[in-house]
């Protein structure tokens, strides 16, 4: 099994950033994409951005140029640099992994509030 533990979540202004971190540790089998999920109230799980391990990116349409996902093979770790956050940015936010073996993983999930 592999544990995604996620950190840096929580309150912060309109237009202020955070900077969300993601490990994973366990039975890991060569993590090929890693990548951030979120769910609001009331809404479905959506992809907020990916990664792969060559570096390749994707990010959903509504925080292109503000979101900056990042990672770090050697300690198969994954981030996402938040800034110019928006209201409509609130919810719980997932670290999500999927190995060579095509193993899907989710994290706890960390609560992003951006509220003044």
């Known amino acids: 099994q592999v544990q995604l533990v996620e950190s840096g979540g929580g309150l912060v202004q309109p237009g202020g950033s955070l900077r969300l971190s993601c490990a994973a540790s366990?039975?890991?089998?060569?993590?090929?994409?890693m990548g951030w999920y979120r769910q609001a109230p009331g809404k479905e799980r959506e992809l907020v951005a990916r990664?792969?391990?060559?570096?390749?990116?994707n990010y959903a349409d509504s925080v292109k140029g503000r979101f900056t996902i990042s990672r770090d093979n050697a300690n198969d770790a994954v981030y996402l640099q938040m800034n110019s956050l928006k209201p409509e940015d609130t919810a719980v936010y997932y670290c999500?992994?999927?190995?060579?073996?095509?193993?899907?993983?989710w994290g706890q999930g960390t609560q992003v509030t951006v509220s003044s």
């Open positions: 999500h992994a999927v190995n060579q073996l095509g193993g899907n993983f």
């Open positions: 366990g039975s890991i089998f060569r993590i090929n994409v």
């Open positions: 990664i792969t391990r060559g570096g390749s990116t």
